[in-house]
Each structure stands twice: as structure tokens, then as C-alpha cells.
């Protein structure tokens, strides 16, 4: 029950930045934390950002997080062939019981 | 080193029961809260059930209510679904996660099968 919407797909360049989408509303977005994570072929996913904008870390500093409203974003800057993957948002959300969400996954291919 | 571990994947047939395992190592496993993720061949993730530390909060996904038993057993740091009245749509690989709402780490993944 994907209600965090994603972008199907997102390209660029070497070196290029790229922008993924993530939307949402005022019970999960718009009130919680979001995270994002990345899954490269083949591979159990990895977190890439946690409460909204904060780095684990190890990892690199081109991916950022971001938040407006009931949306958020998750940008690439500087992109690298290894970050061809597919990625995902997640937040919790206020009216599913006790229930975290996904978004619905962007796979992003670097050309 | 965090690690988690799934196991008891495999071929189950429609109705059928399946109870997969997740043994965790590398962290106070009794400190936090654990869940379950799938994904369906070819689609997205989806969250599927969380457990509190205590295992005295416990919370799933609509379509896994009355089906699926989410449990913890902090003695031996493992972590399981028992999944019953399986349907074909509940194919799908299921992956362990440390955490309620942010994941990390996950596990590599259990392949569940339900075909005839």
C-alpha cells in the first residue's frame, strides 16, 4: 500500500546532479521524518539517509535529503556510474496504525 | 559487525504455512525495534510488520493481519514471521531490518515461493 509517491525513473550524466521526488501527505511526509534508501542490483537495499537529511556514515557526501510540506527529495550530486540503483523513501504514517510506509521507487540510470 | 541473517525461505503451496528466522549479531539486539520488508519479483518494498523491543508493541501491515505472527526471543538476538494461509501474492523476498522507521542494516533476504 505504496502511498509515497516516486518518479518510475531518473537519468544523467557523469558528474551531473539528479533530483528524486518523493510525495506524500500531511499524516506521514508532512509530520514525520523521512528516509531514503538505495538498492543496487541484485542487493538487500542500504540506508542512505535517516531522519530526513542526516548521513550514516560511509556514506558519501553527494546524496543530500531534504523536506517541503508533504514532500520530499533526495539529490545526487556529482553522479557516479555506481550509483545506478533504484531507490526508495519511507516515512511512518499517523493514519495507518502503527504502520511505516514506502515510496513507490525511482530507478535512476546513469548514461 | 552488525549482521542479520534470514533463513527458512522456500517453496509453499497456496494455504500453506512458512516461519522465517532472522538471527541478528554485532548489537544489543533487545534495544530495538525489528521489522520485516518484502519485495514482490520486479516491484517495490514493502513494509510488513514491526516489533517492539519488549515484543509488547507489535503492528502489520493491512494485508498480513490475522495471517502473519511477527516474535522476537532476545535470549538467542533472533528475530521471526510465522506466516500462515500463505497466497500467491505474498511471493516475494523478505528481508529482516534493524529499527521502526529508519532500517539499517538489513538482512540479505528470504525467498518466499507460493505456487502449486
Known amino acids: 500500500q505504496s502511498v509515497l509517491t516516486q518518479p518510475p525513473s531518473a537519468s544523467g550524466t557523469p558528474g551531473q546532479r539528479v533530483t528524486i521526488s518523493c510525495s506524500g501527505s500531511s499524516s506521514n511526509i508532512g509530520r514525520n521524518t523521512v528516509s531514503w534508501y538505495q538498492q543496487l542490483p541484485g542487493t538487500a537495499p542500504k540506508l542512505l539517509i535517516s531522519?530526513?537529511?542526516q548521513r550514516p556514515s560511509g556514506v558519501p557526501d553527494r546524496f543530500s535529503g531534504s523536506k517541503s510540506g508533504t514532500s520530499a527529495s533526495l539529490a545526487i550530486s556529482g553522479l557516479q556510474s555506481e550509483d545506478e540503483a533504484d531507490y526508495y523513501c519511507a516515512a511512518w504514517d499517523d493514519s495507518l496504525t502503527g504502520q511505516c510506509v514506502f515510496g513507490t521507487g525511482t530507478k535512476v540510470t546513469v548514461l | 559487525e552488525v549482521q542479520l541473517v534470514e533463513s527458512g525461505g522456500g517453496l509453499v503451496q497456496p494455504g500453506g504455512s512458512l516461519r522465517l528466522s532472522c538471527a541478528a549479531s554485532g548489537f544489543t539486539f533487545s534495544s530495538y525495534w525489528m521489522s520485516w520488508v518484502r519485495q514482490a519479483p520486479g516491484k517495490g518494498l514493502e513494509w510488513v510488520a514491526h516489533?517492539?523491543?519488549?515484543?509488547?508493541?507489535?503492528y502489520y501491515v493491512d494485508s498480513a493481519k490475522g495471517r502473519f505472527t511477527i516474535s522476537r526471543d532476545n535470549a538467542k538476538n533472533s528475530l521471526y514471521l510465522q506466516m500462515d494461509s500463505l497466497r500467491a501474492e505474498d511471493t516475494a523476498v523478505y528481508y529482516c531490518?534493524?529499527?521502526?522507521?529508519?532500517?539499517?542494516?538489513w538482512g540479505q533476504g528470504a525467498l518466499v515461493t507460493v505456487s502449486s
Open positions: 531522519n530526513t537529511n
Open positions: 516489533i517492539g523491543q519488549d515484543g509488547s508493541e507489535i
Open positions: 531490518a534493524r529499527g521502526r522507521t529508519t532500517f539499517d542494516p
